[in-house]
């Protein structure tokens, strides 16, 4: 049985080639300036956080002007973008070995599993269970999975103001998508579209925004 997007999902992933001039450019048209979040020395990445309600927040990831792009590249294949989109999302999992399992056994590759870990601003750590983040999940539609562990969950002192109200995702083939996320256990609207995509609905101090 799939089970309801909002009970599953923790965070959006928004990629950028510029974390401060996107970060500027957010708090513009939204009226809410993200919380720095900390460096990811192995990615060679920073990012900034807004929170989208009760343990949902938006990461705001972009490359670290101060760190060299890692041999294999920057996660998300930041080094590419030229512009900011949304990438994928993240899911919450309680087991995160027992998720991959499922996932295997419905032919579904979601990678395996890593730890991680990134240092906030005032020089505590966050540490944390993934899958692995660069595995091809249909253009970022199939999410990643996290487990936050023990550790304060990132939404709990990102900057507050917003409210995720909505999360659809594009694809040429829909029905396909739809099937692969169900096989998952995961209720997230695809509709059908000539290129793969996402389109988070914010509720900001300004009024209603679309992100994608």
């Known amino acids: 049985m799939a089970?309801?997007?909002?009970?599953?999902l923790d965070h959006l992933v928004y990629g950028t080639p510029d974390l401060h001039a996107t970060v500027h450019t957010l708090e513009l048209e939204i009226g809410v300036r993200a919380t720095a979040g900390g460096r990811h020395p192995a990615w060679g990445t920073m990012n900034a956080l807004?929170?989208?309600g009760s343990r949902m927040y938006l990461e705001i990831i972009g490359p670290d002007p101060d760190r060299p792009s890692?041999?294999?590249g920057r996660l998300f294949e930041l080094d590419r973008l030229v512009r900011p989109r949304l990438i994928t999302w993240?899911?919450?999992a309680k087991n995160l070995q027992a998720t991959v399992a499922g996932a295997e056994a419905e032919e579904i590759d979601l990678g395996?599993?890593?730890e991680r870990s990134r240092q906030r601003p005032d020089g505590s750590l966050l540490q944390w269970k993934m899958t692995d983040p660069r595995k091809g999940r249909e253009g970022g539609i199939v999410p990643y999975f996290i487990n936050w562990g023990k550790t304060a969950h990132p939404a709990e002192t990102a900057a507050k103001g917003c409210t995720l109200k909505a999360l659809k995702a594009m694809h040429p083939e829909a029905e396909r998508l739809r099937n692969v996320l169900l096989r998952?256990?995961?209720d997230l609207m695809v509709e059908q579209g000539p290129a793969v995509g996402l389109v988070a609905r914010i509720e900001t101090p300004k009024g209603e925004y679309e992100l994608h």
């Open 70 to 72: 890692p041999s294999a």
């Open 3 to 8: 089970q309801s997007l909002f009970r599953v």
């Open 90 to 92: 993240v899911a919450r």
């Open 112 to 114: 395996g599993v890593e």
């Open 184 to 186: 998952l256990g995961l």
């Open 50 to 52: 807004i929170s989208l």
